[in-house]
């Protein structure tokens, strides 16, 4: 298994079904803060579906349509990143994070999105990488900025989230935009 050095004690890498009790524990950690923001976040409540929110990135990834990362620090996982949608043909992906409290203050999100971006358009050519969030989770808006990535428009009521309908952010940065540091 690779695993990228992320600075700080913290590593990036694949987050596989045979996690699923690690993944679990981080769940339980991490809801009520990623909840609102990760639809799989209050679905991933027991052991069988923490190990089938896993499989479905597995079987994404084996179909080459998307991936999910576990962001390590100090050997505990304590957020991910993932292609929620990856498009080869199209050269378009939506990449998407989430961090539990313990792993806030780190630029860890920032740091394991910039790695995805930069393989996404040199290793893959894609030609375009989205970033969708809530326009109240301004900690992800501001991952989006710090990345280099433009606010392309705001889609209003565009899902459903316990009751309420929510609006999208709509980030975006072009292969001939990025500049990886």
């Known amino acids: 298994m690779f695993s990228i050095d992320l600075g700080d004690g913290a590593q990036l890498r694949p987050l596989e079904p045979w996690q699923a009790e690690e993944f679990l524990a981080h769940m339980d950690r991490a809801r009520d803060l990623v909840d609102p923001w990760i639809p799989w976040a209050s679905i991933s409540t027991d052991l069988a579906t923490a190990t ?14 998307g991936r999910l990362f576990g962001i390590w620090h100090q050997g505990t996982l304590v957020g991910g990143t993932m292609f929620v949608a990856f498009d080869a043909v199209s050269g378009n992906c939506e990449i998407g994070c989430w961090l539990e409290p313990a792993g806030t203050g780190h630029g860890l999100v920032t740091k394991a999105v910039r790695v995805l971006i930069d393989w996404a358009f040199r290793t893959r050519g894609m030609q375009r990488v989205e970033w969708h969030c809530d326009p109240r989770n301004g900690a992800s808006s501001n991952v989006a900025r710090r990345l280099g990535m433009e606010l392309e428009g705001t889609l209003r009521s565009a899902y459903p989230w316990k009751g309420t309908r929510r609006d999208t952010e709509i980030w975006a940065i072009l292969a001939g935009d990025w500049v990886a540091e």
């Open 52 to 65: 089938a929110t896993l499989q479905r990135y597995a079987d994404k990834q084996a179909a080459d349509t």
